[in-house]
């Protein structure tokens, strides 16, 4: 079994993973709910859907946060998820 070079191994460094899936992760998690509330079914205004949309965030949330720690390095982790914060966001504002 082959060890993998030191470059290639995930980085230790979890306080900047840890930060950037509870920061970045979070309003990762509302960009993609608000979306769901916007495009999902009955749009903005389904009475039935507030709820659902409400426990729909932290679940998305915690997904986030735990891939969070697969990126090799923490500045991957703030750039990747920086990057998917600002699509979200262009996303919604462009098409609501």
Avoid: C, H
Avoid at 15 to 34: P, Q, R
Avoid at 64 to 79: N, Q, V, W
Wanted: aromatic share 18%; proline share 3%; charged share 10%.
């Amino acid at each position: 079994m082959a060890r993998l070079a030191e470059q290639d191994k995930l980085q230790p460094d979890w306080w900047t993973k840890s930060l950037a899936g509870l920061i970045l992760g979070f309003t990762l998690a509302l960009g993609l709910v608000g979306l769901f509330a916007w495009f999902g079914p009955g749009g903005i205004d389904a009475d039935t859907k507030v709820q659902f949309n409400m426990w729909l965030i932290t679940p998305i949330w915690l997904l986030i946060l735990s891939f969070s720690f697969m990126f090799k390095t923490g500045l991957r982790a703030i750039g990747y998820l920086s990057l998917f914060n600002i699509l979200t966001y262009i996303v919604l504002y462009t098409f609501r």
